[in-house]
DNA sequence: TATACTTACTTACATAAAGTAACCTTATTA
DNA sequence: TAATAAGGTTACTTTATGTAAGTAAGTATA
């Protein structure tokens, strides 16, 4: 007996995008295909992290992964159809942030501590 | 020095909205006010995380909670202004689930063992 | 009066996920 | 020969999540 009222779908669907790092790297990808490092510098999370979490949306059929037999390999991550039609949530998403959310201040970036 | 290329005010929203369950609240919210142990019966979250969840969205202001003295007391939670304008946000995420997401298939609910 | 019930939580504890750092492999360049 | 780079993996610590039981205030029931 499921007495759940929200439709299953739509569970899974945010299960995935919101799975820690998943929005952000989706939405790095919607920039173009990037590689490994390209990606890690940019959100600046951990390789171990991104290994995982590239395997889960290569999983759910979100992210191309293309090996480049040049020397040295050259592998790139892409968005599938399914990840580009991600881009609308993703162009929402942005404008809200951009009208709601404000930034914490963060001391002033002192250049002998930091 | 901070070389990720990231907006931070995304970065933020994210950070937020895509905390498990952040979504899923939000989500049910935007159907309208509603009481503790309805989300918790909707979303079948844990009192313990609902409570949490609820507090973090609260000090966001993204939720806001009213007490109404009745007894026994009532209290309801419903969104602040920054917190409807996620719907477009939802909406589109809808739309993905709606088009993109396909069920795993699950045994047959079977009404002697289930 | 004692017991039980309801809502809205909180506490305690086990498990899972995330974060951090060091290491690996193949190849290239200094 | 040593150092560097890409694209990871392994080992370990910390934090978050899940689960179950307990609490407090206010009825309602026996």
Redesign the pocket.
Known sequence: MNQSSVCPRFEKGMRIVS???AGLIIHQLLKGPQ???TIETALQ?????L??RLKDLEHEGIVK?DVYPE?????EYSLTDKGHALAPVFLEMEKWTSSWIELDEEPAADPLTK
């Not at 999370?45 to 992290?49: D, E, T, V, W, Y």
């Open positions: 799975k820690r790092w590689r490994f490092c999370i951990s390789g171990r992290l290994s995982e992964r020397t040295p390999v050259r592998i």
